[in-house]
């Protein structure tokens, strides 16, 4: 055991249904440690035999990419506002053009159709001019100052 509380890991993990990053989350440590203390308190459970259980509770959940920080708010000004891609976005947040689409998708924000994709490109290379990297880089830094932004992405 690496210094957690073995009562409160068991009864979180066995009753409560936490899973390994749930528990690393509340533990302040990585999800290898908790696997290794569960297993040395000998709780060894599936990953098939955990999303059981976890169903069967009623634990379930849409599936999370893990970027609480790509809201709705912050996707619709980059996207709309701005005219970004979502290949700009991408660039801008260091996650794929695909994840920044997703995460539009499940917040809701309208992606454009194609011809207006298009235009917005244009568009957005008309304000900026060809060093389209510069102005990501200074649009992001502008939605860091903001707070809509974790202070990583500061450029």
Request: glycine share 8%; proline share 3%.
């Amino acid at each position: 055991m690496i210094g957690l509380a073995a009562d409160e890991l068991r009864r979180l993990y066995v009753e409560e249904l936490y899973t390994h990053v749930e528990l690393a989350n509340h533990f302040a440590v990585s999800s290898w440690t908790i696997r290794r203390n569960l297993k040395a308190m000998g709780i060894n459970r599936s990953r098939v035999e955990s999303r059981r259980l976890r169903r069967a509770a009623g634990k379930t959940s849409p599936r999370r990419l893990g970027f609480s920080w790509l809201t709705r708010e912050l996707l619709q000004a980059l996207y709309h506002d701005e005219m970004m891609s979502l290949e700009k976005i991408a660039v801008g947040v260091r996650v794929s053009a695909r994840t920044v689409r997703c995460y539009m998708l499940r917040e809701g924000v309208v992606v454009r159709p194609k011809r207006e994709a298009h235009k917005a490109h244009f568009e957005f290379l008309r304000r900026h001019g060809d060093g389209w990297y510069g102005a990501v880089r200074e649009i992001i830094g502008r939605y860091v100052e903001v707070g809509m932004l974790p202070p990583s992405y500061r450029t």
